[in-house]
DNA sequence: TTGAAAGCGGTACCAA
DNA sequence: TTGGTACCGCTTTCAA
């Protein structure tokens, strides 16, 4: 493999001036880059990575560190770094935790290892002292979907309660008259989050009892188990906002095996806006902006990269109500 | 951060000697040894990969270049490999391609600039030669779910053929009497093997006329087109073996909508065995090991990478077929 | 068993 | 506008 030496022979010229136009940097000639150029189109030479960075350059590669890209939340997210990444000519190194924080010591150190540019990184099992450390040693990181007010960190996160308020509100206007909810962990914020907004706004309703409130984990098999049991404790709910999408999913097979209908008897919301088209019948969500997400969570990056100053605080996105047929009126679905 | 040399200076001892503990290779006294590591230990010193790298050592880095991580069989695909390669100490680059062979090629520049040590790769547009100089420039390639028999490339891929077979035989043995197919693209090996795996059994069938064959495009859309296709021209099919999960879930849609009831009316199954979770009724399939297709991947890259000598040919993973409501018999399905 | 020194393939400063 | 050269941090002979 032909390397920047091999070049400045055949073009007659020495390897700093070959460097010089590799990185189009500093004064050359036009006809001497020409030549140089002529050189490295002959011999193809590719630069060698390796050697740049170390000569001080940078990797140009960051880590995306998530706790499971099954997850179907982390592929969209992965998608819109990677196309962030490679538009600014990154390369992304994929690095699933599964909420195991040994796991992420030790990617933590082969990334630092790899003098990686920049993390990014996904997880609920972090303390706010790793990612601090992570900083001290000056890699930059930006965290999504998990926030440490009061910390220097910087974090995107969607408008959770906001969002949580959105899909109770609206099973409001369609009608529901006594609405459940079935939570994620509450150790996670975003699940405490969007609890509170469910609370904020049924705790007042005189129907309201803490025990249309189930705990579950964010999954189908506990969506479907956690529906099964408001049903047990209320048979009369006819509305549930459930914190996620995947545990609405579960929600709904649980009544598909009992003969609910689904909006008729109960309509059903949920939070993310992943795997929507999978599902039958169609689901109501409060969409993420995963992609944003991705891409600015991309962008902040590089700024941080670049030694620009960000500010390194909690940034709040926008959320978004999709109404499709999970929570129609009844007389609507009759069409 | 702490060199090799610093290392040294504070062991007393040569750079060669901190190497020599550092990759457990060469003569060292216990006693030096201890007194290395101690230091590496108060130094908190981390082997820098990109010099190991550059002195003649392998990256330890794999690409894994995919069409599309949003489609649900690439996850499975990069959680295998990831997994796999962790435990090697290997780290994954994601790339997506997204089917554009322009892309491909500067993926492929990227990683050879990287020097990363091999490739696995997901491509149906990809054409021989490219990995064929990719191999040439001693870069080992792992091609999965596409195969190009004569050629010396690895590849694996899942016995399609005999998959198919096994499906529209399991629907015949549920007592469909007309079965259709949608079918995938054809310039897709993977679809083209299912689509002569139906018709081999089909095509004796006196029932059989071509136009049970709808061809589609594995993905949900075009699962719900086809089938609305497929019973406008034969409303009495009964069966449907659809080639891939994907188009089985916009089947069952377009069923849904309809009010046709699976699997009373019509029984459906798919191939691949992804999101199986999502879809009511659950659906029945033939599942690839996916799972296990990436970490033998990642083992033959390995092997591949260290020289050892592996068959380069077509590689055949069994399937499996998986039952559950979607071709329930309907006596069955009233329990 | 250890150390000296020559690279690996670049970058970047200083002179020319 | 160019070239010489000292690194970047580590691996790997070859001698000692």
Chains 1, 2 share one sequence.
Request: glycine share 8%; charged share 20%; net charge negative.
């Amino acid at each position: 493999m032909a390397t920047i030496r091999d070049v400045g022979k055949l073009a007659g010229v020495s390897i700093a001036t070959v460097s010089r136009v590799i990185n189009q940097k500093g004064y050359v000639l036009k006809k001497t880059e020409t030549a140089v150029l002529k050189a490295m189109e002959t011999l193809s030479f590719k630069p060698n990575e390796m050697a740049r960075s170390l000569a001080g350059k940078s990797t140009r590669t960051i880590a995306l560190m998530i706790p499971d890209i099954l997850n179907p939340f982390f592929p969209q997210l992965a998608r819109a770094i990677e196309d962030a990444a490679n538009e600014l000519g990154f390369t992304v190194i994929l690095c699933n935790s599964d909420h195991n924080p040994q796991k992420e010591r030790s990617y933590f150190n082969i990334l630092e290892n790899k003098r990686i540019d920049g993390l990014i990184l996904a997880s609920y099992t972090i303390q706010p002292e790793a990612v601090l450390e992570l900083q001290q040693k000056s890699i930059p990181v930006v965290v999504i979907d998990n926030s440490f007010p009061g910390q220097s960190i910087l974090s995107l996160v969607s408008k959770n309660r906001e969002g949580a308020r959105m899909a109770v509100q609206h099973l409001f206007d369609q009608g529901c008259r006594k609405i459940g909810h079935i939570g994620g962990p509450l150790h996670l914020t975003a699940a405490r989050e969007r609890y509170f907004g469910y609370e904020e706004l049924c705790s007042k309703q005189e129907w309201f009892v803490p025990s249309l409130i189930v705990q579950s984990d964010f999954h189908i098999g506990g969506g479907s188990k956690a529906m099964l049991e408001l049903l047990s404790r209320h048979p009369d709910v006819d509305g549930v906002f459930a914190g996620n999408d995947l545990m609405v999913v579960g929600a709904l097979k649980a009544l598909y095996q009992l003969g609910v209908k689904v909006p008729d008897q109960i309509k059903l919301i949920g939070f993310d806006g992943i795997s929507l088209d999978f599902v039958i019948p169609d689901l109501s969500t409060i969409v993420q902006p995963i992609y944003s997400i991705g891409s600015q969570a991309m962008n902040y990056l590089i700024q941080m990269i670049h030694g620009e100053a960000v500010e390194k605080t909690v940034h709040e996105l926008d959320v978004e109500l999709l109404v499709r047929q999970s929570t129609k009126r009844v007389q609507e679905n009759e069409e």
